[in-house]
Nanobody, 113 residues
Framework: QLQLVESGGGLVQAGGSLRLSCAAS????????MDWYRQAPGTEREFVAR???????YYSNSVKGRCTISRDNAKNTAYLQMNSLKPGGTALYCC???????WGQGTQVTVSS
């Protein structure tokens, strides 16, 4: 059974950076496509980025150019590097394996203006 644990969130000023981590266990991580989503209060969950098993990456238009998704298969971990953060980036960030109906608990990112 897949388990996902996110970390790395926190409070950051606008323009700052954070790197989020998603540690996976219970499945063959290297074969999974890994997604990051975020959900701000009162809004629907929003897709942020994906990295597939071949390290091909996809980004939402809202973060393209400011975020980088990566993975370390030896550590069973996916990452989301976020730069030039904006107050609109305040949300609970969650990772998910594509096609697997399980969500981690998420990590809170708060961007102050």
């Amino acid at each position: 059974q897949l388990q996902l644990v996110e970390s790395g969130g926190g409070l950051v000023q606008a323009g700052g950076s954070l790197r989020l981590s998603c540690a996976a266990s219970g499945r063959t991580f290297s074969s999974l496509s890994m997604d990051w989503y975020r959900q701000a209060p009162g809004t629907e969950r929003e897709f942020v980025a994906r990295i597939n098993s071949g390290n091909y990456t996809y980004y939402s238009n809202s973060v393209k150019g400011r975020c980088t998704i990566s993975r370390d298969n030896a550590k069973n971990t996916a990452y989301l590097q976020m730069n030039s953060l904006k107050p609109g980036g305040t949300a609970l960030y969650c990772c998910k394996a594509a096609g697997v109906d399980f969500w981690g608990q998420g990590t809170q990112v708060t961007v102050s203006s």
